[in-house]
């Protein structure tokens, strides 16, 4: 496949930097520092330290031998991407961007967070590297992942909770964005998925993509082959793109990513914006969005936090237009099943996006051969969320078969 | 005719040595039947042209005063084809341009060619779109320039030189000069260097300049005006007819005649 983005930073028809003015100068800054980043062996060589020292990569690809069983499918592999520090993917990206930070002469960083996980991780590597950090927060996640509000305080981070719309990512992207519009001469926004204004999605992209590199060659060494198929949860799309992006040649491995089902396609309460919206911009890129007749942005729904957001990545919009990936939807009830036949298979509490990503095996078991390899991206772990897993449970999701 | 009419009416005021002053208003705020006698009342005021805002669920160039208003509006079931329809009635007797301010994706989700073909038989002279910037406006142009509607550039203070330079040269109608670094919402002063800012714009724009985004007083009118050829104020005009202060929006548009 051509190599995506183009100079301007699209994506077929999708992509771009919609973003006012005032943005502007910082993005084409951005850029170049990160190109010229990109081509220097001195800051690639800083990241590879940090990543394997600090963050604790590579993370292993685990055989989850009593799920595979369990669901009398395929060999099913989770990439453990539960392991890294801070315990999900996005540190990943931020340390990255936070090297380039520094790079570009800043020593204040603003970041929106949905589940929490990228705002501690953004405030884990402003604690590493002496930056300044303020973490925008919906009112609504504020409340379900309280436990990350105070740990993000406790690296030394202010969190600013978001009142605006239903108060979830969506509008913690929006404030962050306006608080960055304001800031732009001295902040650098890190931006935590791979959406947004062309080069976000280009460099959480390659930030991520050590998933899919690194996937790659264990799976050789523990199978002498590729899998027959990928899955990872999307929201924004950065953990899907990161294992993805790898793969993405290798047209005999299928991909599925999976979206944020809500309480039904149907029910209109989702954030499945790739499976039911239509293309339209938001947040400085053109994706698909989930969206009325009239271009308003409709609010999503899911019960995971790091889900519940209404627009994607454009690279992801782009490789769905292709046919090269399969996006599909799992519900908030089939999800919080899945957290559980994890947990007691294998003693893995995934987190609640994650989750998402081990419900679909469920689905795809059926349909592939005992021989098969599966590999799952299990983006984070579950300890931030087993407050609302056990809230579900109380108020009716029964957890006991 | 759409654009030459914002063309003309700038001109009207530099002949009489004026300087023109445009106030938003947020479309569907204090419901939409009330639209079009408001847009009277800002003429009658002394209004050189009006900013109509379209509101969009996620504005993310504007501060807390035009957001809630834009919630308002969506709440009361605002829609793009329901302002424009009720422009369109009084588009003949109407002498007052309009300027519709949105972001992109209610026009998108429009269709980009309809919504131009659409303002030009509402009688819409231009359009303002903060958040495309010069590298995107390939999306539009092309429609806009087909129907004569103007599409008006934004400069900011963080613009490099090359990047006024290219602005300067392609705005039509005027070229709208953003004062503060941030969003829409009321400021207390402005930086230092405002001034020298301005009349470099001055300097290089063949269309008006316009300054806008903080102004919220009669004083910031007057002192902004002088380096320009005048001003946009929002919020503190969308404050205003929220609280039914008619009076207040006629003085801070009469302190033009004192600028
Ligand atoms: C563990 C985990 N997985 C997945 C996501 C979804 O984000 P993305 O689609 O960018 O990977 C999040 C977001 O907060 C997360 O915390």
Redesign the interface.
Known sequence: MATYPTE?GHYGDFG???????????ILELEKAFKEAKEDEGFQEEMRYYLKQYVGRETPLYYAERLSKHLDGPRIYLKREDLNHTGAHKINNTIGQALLTQRMGKKKVVAETGAGQHGVATATVSALLGLECIIFMGKEDVRRQALNVYRMELLGAQVVSVD??NGTL?DAV?EA??YW?????DTHYIFGTAAGPHPFPQIVRDFQRIIGDETRKQVIEAEGKLPEAVVACVGGGSNAIGMFYPFVDDLDVKMYGVEAGGKGLLSGMHAASLTEGK??????S?SY?L?N?????QEPHSISAGLDYPGVGPEHSYLKDAGRVTYDAITDEEALEAVRMLSRTEGIIPALESAHAVAYCKKLAPVMNKEDVLVVCLSGRGDKDVNTIREAHETGGDLHD | MTKAKLDTAFQTVEKVGEKAFVPYIMAGDGGLENLNESIRFLAESGATAIELGLPFSDPVADGPTIQAAGIRALEAGTTVQAVLDEVAKEKDNRMIPLVIMTYLNPIFAYGVEAFAQSCEAAGISGLILPDLPLEEEGLVVKALKKHNIALIRLVALTSTQERIQALAERSEGFLYAVTVAGTTGERASFVNQIGAHLQALKEISKAPVLAGFGVSTPEHVKELSQYCDGVVVGSKIVDALNRGDKQQVADLIASRKEA
């Open positions: 301007t771009g930097r919609f973003v006012p003015e005032t943005l502007m100068p910082a605006q719309g969506k929006n964005m306006r519009t304001a800031n732009v001469e293309a339209g911009i938001l947040h400085g053109l969005l969206q007749e009239d271009g308003q942005v």
